[in-house]
């Protein structure tokens, strides 16, 4: 009997042991984190350029560019608007560079024979701030994954038992830490800016999205240190405000996602006149307000939780992606780059770096209408630069590009617009484009002076109707 009740025992440890490792991962070693300001970045990208010198050492980003004031300027100044491109990738001699291309932009060129990527030298030109890096390394050895499911949460060493603030795993085990970096990824305390959206139907003819004024929040990297307490933890938060078309304005959108997995939403129209909670903007509900051409989870690369799918590490490789996209965002008129099949490959800029794999396989017993999603995550920055989804059948459905740029003059990334194709219905959709006149974007590493409308009782004072 006595050995019976022992067995039991030793059943129910291995059992609580396999549950614990699926919701809880353990921070790396204090010898592991030493690679950290040695042959790492304090951040956790390769410090040494690579071995042919395509790709540079890392420096430390740029600061400041002749020509913005921070003060005054309403779009982003291009330093590297004098550069050429080295070489340009498309059907022809795309085999020569198919280790460095993902499955999508093989797959564009293969549908349009006239598309290309014009690759450009690389500038490793991510900046973060002192305090981002020590708050790094303080988290190297304390965050862990926590919560019910795997990678539903996070735990730190800091107040709360919460990250500091900055990136939690800068050396991931698993895709699910890979994850958690691009979700709390070094960029402006705020983003204030009105950008437009368009598709480009089957025909070829653009057609305006609504426009939009918005904030976006990283409430973590707030100098200030208000907007935390302001959004509950979160990590991320937006309001946008529609301004157009007349049938769209004053349709208001409030979403926090918090560091405890879950996201607060609000949603505010003019003809209800009242704000209401809206726990059914996640995961593959299509997002009305943009014509359906996105769903929630997919805006800006990867929001909401990710229950729903296994994240996989693949790996980190040497690959050609959008970046230093300041042209596309800031100089040009859209429509002097929407094509009917395709953004004009002069418009975007592509460069060589180290990108991780993230691959997430649909659980078996989860619903979505993705049945994989690949994410391609720059090392430097830890953001989604591009994002592909595939169907049931397990060909590639949509391709999301995600034109990004460092925002120099707070540190961090700027990553808030996209490009969208959807390969099954052969258009295509972009989101927040800032060239056209009355658009601008600008960027803030404090909440002070700010009145931020990121309350629900905000919401309706915010609507322009």
Request: aromatic fraction near 12%.
């Amino acid at each position: 009997m006595k050995n019976i009740k022992m067995l039991v025992m030793l059943i129910a440890l291995g059992l609580s042991g396999m549950l614990l490792a699926q919701t809880s991962s353990a921070a790396v070693t204090a010898e592991e984190a030493k690679q950290l300001g040695t042959t790492l970045t304090k951040f956790g990208a390769e410090k040494a350029g690579n071995e042919d010198g395509s790709i540079p050492a890392y420096t430390g980003g740029i600061e400041k560019v002749p020509g913005y004031d921070p003060k005054t300027s309403d779009h982003y100044v291009n330093p590297f608007a004098d550069e050429k491109p080295l070489y340009s990738v498309n059907a022809e001699n795309m085999q020569e560079y198919a280790d460095m291309l993902t499955e999508g932009t093989k797959e564009l060129m293969g549908l349009h024979p006239d598309y290309r990527i014009d690759v450009y030298p690389t500038h490793r030109s991510m900046r973060y701030q002192d305090w981002v890096i020590e708050n790094t390394m303080k988290n190297a050895t304390t965050v862990q994954l926590a919560g019910k499911i795997e990678g539903d949460a996070v735990t730190g060493a800091d107040k709360n038992d919460l990250p500091f603030p900055g990136i939690p795993f800068p050396i991931p085990k698993n895709g699910y830490e890979a994850m958690w970096n691009f979700n709390m990824f070094f960029g402006p305390a705020i983003s204030r800016f009105r950008g437009n959206g368009f598709l480009c139907d089957t025909a070829g003819n653009m057609i305006s999205l609504p426009s939009a004024s918005s904030w976006h929040v990283k409430p973590w990297y707030d100098k200030a240190n208000n907007l935390r307490d302001m959004t509950q933890d979160a990590f991320r938060g937006w309001n946008s405000t529609m301004v157009a078309p007349p049938s769209s304005a004053g349709t208001v959108f409030l979403i926090m996602y918090l560091a405890s997995g879950n996201q607060n939403t609000w949603f505010y129209t003019p003809g209800q006149r009242r704000v209401r909670r809206a726990p059914e903007f996640a995961y593959d509900v299509p997002i009305s307000a943009y014509g359906g051409v996105l769903m929630w989870d997919e805006l800006f690369g990867f929001t909401g939780r990710m229950d729903r799918f296994d994240f996989k590490l693949v790996g980190k490789k040497e690959m050609l992606v959008p970046y230093n996209t300041y042209r596309m965002l800031n100089d040009m008129i859209p429509k002097d780059f929407i094509g009917p099949k395709f953004v004009s490959p002069d418009a975007l800029r592509w460069e060589k770096h180290r990108i991780w794999v993230v691959e997430a396989t649909r659980k078996p017993e989860a619903r979505h209408v993705y049945s994989r999603k690949v994410f391609y995550i720059d090392e430097d920055s830890w953001d989604i630069l591009i994002n592909e989804g595939y169907d049931n059948t397990g060909n590639i459905w949509r391709i999301m590009q995600m034109p990004t740029f460092p925002a120099y003059d707070t540190g961090g990334i700027y990553s808030w617009s996209s490009i969208t194709y959807d390969i099954l219905k052969g258009n295509y959709s972009l989101v927040n484009m800032f060239g056209d006149p009355g658009c601008y974007i600008r960027s803030y590493d404090t909440s002070e002076g700010q009145r931020l409308p990121l309350t629900p009782s905000s919401v309706a004072a915010g609507s322009v109707r």
